[in-house]
């Protein structure tokens, strides 16, 4: 079997895996990208492309109170340059706006991977699309041997160091019902994202942290079966922050105006099933204006009403009362009385759907240090290991701020500390050992 040799491997070619890789080739290094999928691109390539952060600390602990938020002041810090560094691949589609919990700008990612890899090969380097990567293993001078099947079958690839970067574990149904209470969860991600760099990292000493449930979705319409990832961004019902969100005992258990992202964890956690309501001018703005500027405009409602999912409208609660009883939710007749129901719900007509979470990448995973070290039991680094992206734990945990803002500055700064460790001078003994060989 054919072996051949680089300074850096990454494994993953999305947001955090071309930045780590790009990074690591202006430093100097040979690198190769090692994807699973046949294109590379992975969730950022279907994303909305906003590159967004909070502005401030504060407004990210604001957002963020969980006590496994442990990076997201780097992604805070890192916005302005991650900007400036991005914009000299594409630039950017939109002027700044605001996003969620921050601000951000729109880009065409597909442009920026494409000019991405012109930098990865210019340098000597590779990114290679569909490779399942079967195992990684220490070799006898400290760096790695990489083994796995491509399309012209078994390879192997020998490196210094090893960036892990393969976009959290969202696509595997069993952290998808874990995350949900054994109740299970749509997908609204990238389907390739399995968990198996966690499990590579694992393999070699490192440890996760699964104990951070957190994970960024949000609600669709039950019913509603994507069909493509274009569908997931045209079934969110990003309108849920303006309504009222109840379970199936009719109750409210979520802060709704925390955002549609916090409402499908919220739901997720309370049994993976809600009833949501808005009312009629929340509805007319949210067909007639995108949810963020730039992005398309579309009546969610509607589509989701045309593609079999659960959705109505009644001009009154008691009206809904009967038809939600239908879909197995009992709603009291004590919910008017509640201030925020009267107030949001209005006195026109009250758009309703029945919805589910979806999953579009998870919070916990391999734990690591500010400089993206993979760290093991002890807490200790464990030497050339590095992790970005939704693959690395506790950049956020009970809240939300950007994960394309957040693959960036955590996959470069993977990039140039993996390049820095790998073209260090090899020890003498070390050099003897192996021949020569990094
Ligand atoms: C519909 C949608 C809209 C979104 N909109 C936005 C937005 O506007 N703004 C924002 O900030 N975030 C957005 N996101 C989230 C954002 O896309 C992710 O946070 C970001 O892409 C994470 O980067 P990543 O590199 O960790 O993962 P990805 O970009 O998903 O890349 C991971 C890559 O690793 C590959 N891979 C998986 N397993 C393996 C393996 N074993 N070996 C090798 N490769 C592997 C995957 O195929 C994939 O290509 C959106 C996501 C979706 C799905």
Known sequence: MNTQDFDV?????????????TEAAAAGARVAVLERA??????????????????????????DQGEYQLHGAKVVAGYGEAHSWLGGFSAPLTQ??????????????????????????????????????????????????????????????????????????????????ELSGGAGMAL??????????????VSLGGVLNLENKGFYGHLFAAGVTPVSPV????????????????????????????????????????GGRGLLMWSEEVQAEAAAEPFVAGSPQMDRWQISKDRGGRVGVGSSLAEITEAAARWGYAISPDLASDPAVSERLGRGRIYFADVVPAITYTFGGVRADARGEVLDSAGEVLGGVYVAGADMSDIYHKGYGGGLCAAVVTGREAGRNAASEALRPVPVEASAATGGQP
């Open 38 to 63: 046949p294109m590379i691109g992975g969730s950022a390539a279907i994303s909305g492309g906003y590159v967004w952060a909070p502005a401030t600390e504060d407004d990210l602990r604001q957002e």
């Open 188 to 201: 609204r991600g990238n389907a390739y994202s399995v968990g198996g760099g966690m499990n590579l990292a």
């Open 9 to 21: 491997l990454v494994l993953g070619a999305g947001m955090a895996g071309m930045s780590a890789a």
């Open 231 to 270: 569908d997931f961004i045209a079934f969110a019902l990003y309108q849920s922050e303006k309504g009222i969100l109840l379970g199936p005992d009719g109750s409210r258990f979520a802060e709704e105006t925390r955002g549609d992202h916090n409402n499908a964890t919220a739901l997720a956690a309370h």
């Open 96 to 177: 700044e706006r605001p996003a969620l919990a921050g601000r951000g700008r729109k880009y065409d990612l597909p442009l920026a991977f494409s000019r991405m890899s012109q930098v990865i090969q210019r340098a000597g380097g590779m990114v290679l699309p569909a490779v399942e990567v079967g195992d990684i293993v220490r070799d006898s001078a400290g760096g790695f041997l990489v083994r796995g099947t491509t399309d012209a079958g078994s390879a192997a690839w020998r490196s210094r160091t090893v960036i892990v970067a393969t976009g959290g574990r969202q696509a595997d149904p069993k952290a998808r019902a």
